[in-house]
């Protein structure tokens, strides 16, 4: 049997670019007279924007260190052995590009025991084990702590989680077995599970102190300090640690079915890592850790070599590293200085929007509309959602004046915009309209003022073709609300030059959106593909299949939501308009469902009623449908929708209207949620074969999102 030693030289030569984790260990004697303390400093020697994580050298460095205090604490040359991080960060878990390298069964199982071999020595040394969460951890940083005595937590710390699951796996080196033994099955089902299929919500220190994983809650500031203070008074005895009895009976087993709901509901079964950490949480009910540590290494190597985590690991890069360094953009030099802005219109996408530009950028943001009242009520709508910030703790009351200061609103378009270097109009979505708005704006604004749209699926360029300088004029679509989705599609309009578009993409970043630049083509890239997928959906239901069938079959896919409550949450008459403009570019394919128009002349806001507290087809929509007589299964239905999808897809990238696959996907997952684990949309794909058998190949290269061959 090979020896973690053996198991860590084998993975690191299949990892050669492994950024290295050192922990270096340093001797100092505690106050109180509590002894001499060895402390164990993880540090990858990169400031805090490169986190510090474990890849198989990593762990062979933190395994030699381990080697040292272990000797020294066996001679009673320390009383104590402490694990701390550098600045800012503790350490953030598994490097995830080593993952992505690896191709056998064996050598995904040798990351889970060399994981777990190094870690629980920690529980097993002569002397108390303490770690300090200083900054961030995640994933491994959160579970090398668990296997220490006692944990401190700083108050500071911004991001604490276990995203595995998010991303395809599980909480592999000793998270689902040791965290429900630390702090009940309940809890550590909200943290494993809840919190990662929540987008990867992450906990703050005082809540990690309150869950009862940190035994003890210290400042930012002194935090070390503190702890070692605190490790002394714990050492001499002074300090006990009292834990919460953990409760073993049926409590475990109902928190394992809440986890199993939680799971139902977001991933529909679609995928594994939710079940498979769920079944390593139950069986840790007996208190068996090495039972525990034995299915976690099995669950690791499984998800590990299976495609969706490959799929997790991809979705995770797209929004991490490419939606930081857009396809396409232009050099940033380019950019021209922003310090007011003025948005046309005065209803809520136009008021969602001035917040956000006031907060983020903390410029003069000003509305206009057509009467006072609008006005009033926009800025109105502002003001009430800056204090709804003060009152929830996120801004002080200095803030919140600066940010009510700078939101104002002016009927004369010429006095609120005659110094606005970026006017963004949020008007009805209507060509003629649009064009009348930017022609009274451009009147009045200066030479180099960037004109903006927040269409959703009209032409900028033949916005722009009405205007003495089309080359300021740019696409910049948001996604609704606007405080919650990322993505911002950045259209270039055939006559858009690098400076106007170069200035768009410095104003996301300031925004802290997700750019994608986008060609100039009917409704951009997602709502051309939700409005293939929906409209297919429609297609099924009007010739004749049942709406509960259209609506099941797609939910092995997972989806946030079905596709008519999704609809419902556009807006019926959003999705008709958008259903209208791309069956008129593209009538061989989009249609306009005449079911869909009766709804939205009917004034129905969408198919379904809640008056038993889920979604149950309303009888007056009912009423309204016309169906024929072609019946499809599930299978049928779901084949169709995406088989549609493939092909528009397809067409979309041949048409260039972005740079590569990996665009169309980091738009689906950042502007639609669409789930981590499908890799956004082009690697599920190319999995179920799709993607082959209706474009004659594959998104991505296979590796890119799948395992290697």
């Known amino acids: 049997m090979s020896t973690t030693a053996e198991l860590l030289k084998g993975a690191a030569e299949l990892f050669p670019d492994e950024v290295v984790t050192q922990a270096h260990v340093r001797h100092f004697d505690l106050p109180f007279g509590a002894g001499r303390f060895a402390l164990i400093t993880l540090d990858n020697g990169l400031d805090h924007t490169k986190p510090t994580t474990f890849g198989p050298q990593s762990l062979a460095n933190l395994a030699a260190a381990i080697d040292q205090v272990e000797k020294e604490a066996a001679e009673g040359s320390i009383t104590g052995i402490g694990l701390t991080g550098k600045p800012f960060i503790f350490a953030v878990g598994a490097d995830l590009k080593g993952v992505e390298l690896l191709k056998k069964h064996e050598d995904a199982l040798a990351i889970g025991k060399g994981g777990h071999d190094v870690f629980k020595r920690l529980a097993s040394l002569a002397v108390p084990t303490f770690a300090y969460y200083n900054g961030a951890a995640m994933g491994g940083g959160v579970e090398v702590g668990l296997h220490c005595t006692y944990r401190t937590v700083s108050r500071a710390i911004p991001a604490f989680s276990l995203p595995e699951v998010f991303l395809g796996l599980v909480p592999g080196w000793g998270g689902c077995t040791l965290l429900p033994n630390l702090i009940g099955a309940d809890r550590a089902v909200s943290v494993i599970i809840e919190n990662s299929l929540n987008q990867n919500r992450q906990l703050k220190g005082v809540q990690v102190f309150e869950l009862g994983i940190a035994d003890a809650l210290f400042d930012g500031a002194d935090f070390l300090e503190q702890s070692l203070i605190w490790t002394a008074r714990v050492l001499k005895g002074d300090v006990q640690v009292d834990r919460a009895e953990i409760d073993r009976g049926e409590a475990w087993d109902q928190a394992v079915e809440r986890g199993r709901f939680i799971a139902d509901s977001k991933v529909h079964g679609a995928a594994p890592a939710a079940y498979r950490a769920l079944d390593i949480i139950a069986a840790a009910k007996n208190g068996d850790l090495r039972q525990g540590f034995d299915a976690e290494d099995q669950a690791l190597a499984d998800l590990i070599m299976g495609d969706e985590l490959r799929s997790g690991i991809y979705s995770f890069n797209l929004v991490q590293k490419r939606a930081k360094r857009p396809a396409g953009a232009p050099d940033r030099s380019l950019a021209r200085p922003v310090t007011k802005v003025g948005v046309v219109g005065a209803g809520l996408m136009a008021s969602q929007l001035a917040l956000l530009f006031a907060r983020r950028l903390e410029v003069q943001v000003v509305l206009t509309d ?340």
Not at 435 to 455: D, G, R
Not at 507 to 525: E, N
Not at 545 to 553: D, I, L, R
Not at 656 to 680: K, N, R, S
Request: aromatic share 6%; net charge negative; proline share 5%.
């Open 370 to 709: 057509i009467d006072q009242e609008r006005i009033d009520k926009g800025v109105g709508y502002v003001h009430g959602e800056i204090d709804k910030l003060l009152a929830k703790g996120r801004i002080g009351n200095d803030k919140a004046n600066r940010l009510k200061a700078a939101v104002t609103g002016s009927l004369d378009k010429a006095a609120a915009f005659g110094d606005a270097d970026f006017v963004i109009e949020a008007v009805f979505e209507e060509m003629g309209v649009k064009q009348q708005v930017f022609a009274e704006v451009e009147a009045v604004v200066p030479a180099h003022t960037i004109l903006a749209t927040n269409t959703s699926s009209l032409s900028v360029t033949e916005m722009a073709s009405k205007l003495k300088h089309p080359e300021r004029v740019v696409g910049f679509h948001f996604f609704n609300p606007v405080a919650i989705l990322p993505l911002l599609e950045i259209v270039r309009g055939e006559k858009t030059d690098d400076a106007s578009l170069a200035t768009a993409f410095a104003v996301a970043k300031k925004l802290k959106k997700s750019a994608v630049l986008v060609k100039d083509a009917p409704a951009f890239v997602v709502n051309r593909i939700l409005t293939r997928f929906m409209g297919e959906i429609q297609n099924v239901i009007d010739e004749g299949t049942p709406v509960a069938v259209a609506e099941k079959a797609v939910e092995p896919l997972g989806l946030p939501m079905s596709p008519l409550v999704l609809l419902e949450l556009v807006g019926p008459a959003i999705g008709l308009h958008v259903s209208e403009t791309l069956a008129g570019a593209f009538p061989d394919r989009f249609k306009v469902s005449p079911n869909l128009a009766a709804v939205v002349k009917a004034g129905k806001r969408g198919f379904y009623v809640y008056d038993s507290g889920k979604p149950e087809l309303d009888p007056e929509v009912a009423a309204l449908l016309v169906q024929g007589d072609s019946v499809l299964t599930e299978e049928q239905v779901r084949a169709r929708v995406l088989e549609a999808v493939a092909q528009e897809i397809g067409i979309m990238l041949d048409e260039g209207v972005v740079a590569e696959a990996q665009d169309i996907d980091l738009c689906l997952i950042t502007g639609a949620g669409w789930p981590f684990h499908l890799g956004g949309i082009t690697p599920y794909l190319d999995r179920v074969g799709i993607a082959e058998k209706v474009n004659g190949k594959r998104f991505l290269p296979r590796g890119v999102a799948s395992v290697p061959a």
